[in-house]
C-alpha cells in the first residue's frame, strides 16, 4: 500500500471519534471528500452522520456505510484526593486497562491521563490485583484535590486511549501489518473513501446513485444509520465493517473459529452468507470477485450478527456486509492487513 493511503489511514486512527462525539472525524472525512467531490454532494448531518452522493443514471440507490465511531469511555466521577472514575462508551476488555495511556476530551483541549495500578510488589495474593469490573479502575492526570480536577474536567467528558498506529513487519501473505486503536471501524470509512476517490477516477458515471455513509454511534447500538435509511430509502444497503479473525492461534479447531468460522488475515475481505443477507447480491459479489481475482472468505449469519446491515433489514430486503478481517478487536492493538483493505476497495469499486 503506498504512504499517501497509509498516512489516510493513519490520520483517520489519530482523531478520537467515541460514541456520540464524532464531529472531528465528520469534518476530517467530509474535508477529504471535497477533494474529489462537490460541496452540494457531501454533507453532515445533525447527528454528525455524513453522506457522500455519486449521482447515478437510473432511479436505483445503493448505500454503502461504515461506522465512523469506536470504542471509549466517559467520566463518572472525581474523589476527593482527585482520582477519576469512568465507565466504558461501547464496550471493551476489562483486563487490558491497567497502566494504560489515556487522552481526555474536554471542550478546550485534550489531557493526558493514565490508569492507575495496585503496586505489584505489595500484593502477595494475584486475585488482589485482578480487575473485575470497570469501577476498580482510576484515573489520574497529576493533580490532587476534587475540587482542583474537575476545573479541568467535567462530568460526562468523553476518554478515549492514547492514539496508537503501528506498521509492523511485512509478510508475503499478510502485506502491510497494521496495529493500533479506532480501526474498529476507521478502516472501514477508509475503504468508503478510497472506493470513492477510484470512482470519480474512473469517469465512468455508476449506473445506480450510490449514498456512500459515514454514521455515527454504532458502538452503543444507537446507530444513527437508521435515519439514513428512512430518509434515503436505498433499493440495496451494503455494510462495511470489521470481522473476527481467527488466525491469532496455532489451532485449527479454536473455540472462537468453532463459533465464526474460519477467518484468515490477508486471505481477502468476508462476504456474510445466511438470514439477513442478500443471497442475489453475494452472488453478483462472488462473480465481481472471480471476475477480477479478488479473495474472498465467509462467513455465516443467524439473522442478529452486531452489524448496521441488522438495521437495514428492518426497512429493506436487499442487505449485505463486506468485513474487513480484524485481530485483537476492541482493545489498542487492534490489527489489520492491507491486502484485505485493497481487496475491500477493488470488491466495492
Known sequence: MKNKKIKLLKDLISIPSPSGFEGNIAEFIRKELLQYLPKTRVKIDEYKNVIAIIKGTSDKKIMIDAHSDTIGFVVTNVDRSGLISLQYIGGGDIQILPARYLNILTSTKKLNAIIGRKHAHLNENED????????????????????????????????????????????????????????????????????????????????????????????????????????????????????????????????????????????????????????????????????????????????????????????????????????NMHSITEAISTKDLNYGIRLLT
Open 128 to 327: 488482589d490485583i485482578k480487575i473485575e469490573h470497570i469501577k476498580d479502575v482510576f484515573i489520574d492526570i497529576g493533580i490532587r484535590g476534587r475540587k482542583q480536577v474537575l476545573r479541568k474536567i467535567k462530568i460526562g467528558d468523553p476518554v478515549v486511549y492514547k492514539p496508537y498506529f503501528e506498521e509492523l513487519e511485512q509478510d508475503k501473505k499478510l502485506g502491510q501489518y497494521i496495529a493500533g486503536y479506532g480501526i474498529d471501524n476507521k478502516s472501514g470509512c477508509f475503504v468508503l473513501m478510497e472506493t470513492i476517490r477510484e470512482i470519480i477516477k474512473s469517469k465512468k458515471k455508476p449506473i445506480p446513485t450510490l449514498i456512500f455513509t459515514f454514521s455515527t454511534q454504532e458502538e452503543i447500538g444507537k446507530a444513527k444509520v437508521r435515519q439514513l435509511i428512512k430518509k434515503y430509502k436505498p433499493d440495496l444497503f451494503i455494510g462495511t465493517d470489521v470481522t473476527f479473525a481467527t488466525d491469532c492461534s496455532d489451532s485449527e479447531d479454536d473455540e472462537i473459529e468453532r463459533e465464526v468460522g474460519r477467518c484468515e488475515l490477508g486471505k481477502g475481505c468476508v462476504l456474510y452468507k445466511g438470514v439477513g443477507i442478500s443471497k442475489e447480491t453475494v452472488k453478483l459479489l462472488i462473480s465481481i470477485a472471480q471476475k477480477h481475482k479478488i479473495k474472498l472468505q465467509y462467513q455465516a449469519s443467524k439473522g442478529d450478527i452486531g452489524y448496521n446491515s441488522d438495521i437495514a433489514t428492518d426497512y429493506i430486503s436487499k442487505a449485505v456486509i463486506v468485513g474487513i478481517p480484524l485481530r
